[in-house]
């Protein structure tokens, strides 16, 4: 694992996270009625945020052993497989947040099968009686069906081991930190930045350039 893949990691997550605004917004706007009248939200954000993030490390860590097993096995070869395979959800996902193309809605749909289970464990939690009962609420809702997120496990798929794919995970998880923080605060001035057409369209772009050069990348 390099810098480099970190760090693009990262990016991916922030130029992303303009589709955590259509995903999470009803999230956030709910969790404010679970903080507890007249308390500070921002011990709660942050434990919510530490729990969502841990728990896409997790998943990181799960898909980069897997990876990790194909490449020891030889079944294929795998490393030029395993990238072209994150490169090629990755446009997939440049074509869902341009909204040129929702193929990784069926996914999602695919997902929420798993969620209709896992969503009511966070029932339990609220309201928030302290600030740590966010982090496993947080945890809970890392599961939330996101083509995002599905897109970037490939990635920690190809990543060659645990460690690596949870990296992976980790830096995109943090890169959809501001995203998330801005609708926390309500700021709404970035809201409708990061919403607007021309916005969505840049980033798509960014993140189709990405995807190719991963492509180049696996093949030479």
């Known amino acids: 694992m390099?810098?480099?893949?970190?760090?693009?990691?990262?990016?991916?997550?922030?130029?992303?996270?303009?589709?955590?605004?259509?995903?999470?917004g009803g999230v956030v706007s709910a969790f404010h009625f679970a903080v507890p009248k007249g308390a500070k939200q921002w011990p709660y954000v942050f434990t919510y945020n530490v729990g969502r993030i841990a728990s896409y490390a997790l998943l990181g860590a799960l898909t980069g052993s897997l990876g990790s097993m194909v490449e020891r096995a030889q079944i294929i070869k795998s490393i030029p497989f395993l990238h072209t395979i994150s490169a090629l959800f990755l446009i997939a996902m440049a074509c869902y947040v341009g909204n040129w193309w929702r193929g990784l809605h069926y996914?999602?749909?695919?997902?929420?099968?798993?969620?209709?289970?896992?969503?009511?464990?966070?029932?339990?939690?609220?309201?928030?009686?302290?600030?740590?009962?966010?982090?496993?609420?947080?945890v809970i809702w890392g599961w939330l069906p996101c083509g995002l997120v599905y897109s970037t496990l490939t990635w920690s798929l190809a990543s060659g081991s645990a460690v690596n794919g949870a990296l992976v995970m980790l830096f995109f998880g943090l890169g959809t930190l501001p995203a998330l923080i801005v609708m926390a605060a309500g700021v709404e001035s970035m809201k409708t930045l990061l919403t607007n057409s021309k916005t969505r369209q840049i980033v798509a772009l960014c993140l189709l350039g990405f995807a190719l050069h991963m492509l180049w990348r696996a093949y030479t």
Not at 5 to 22: E, R, W
Not at 115 to 125: A, F, H
């Open 107 to 138: 996914l999602e749909r695919a997902g929420a099968k798993l969620w209709r289970y896992v969503r009511p464990l966070s029932k339990s939690l609220l309201p928030f009686k302290h600030p740590l009962y966010a982090l496993p609420y947080g």
């Open 2 to 24: 390099t810098n480099l893949n970190i760090t693009a990691a990262f990016l991916i997550g922030l130029a992303g996270s303009v589709h955590c605004f259509g995903m999470c």
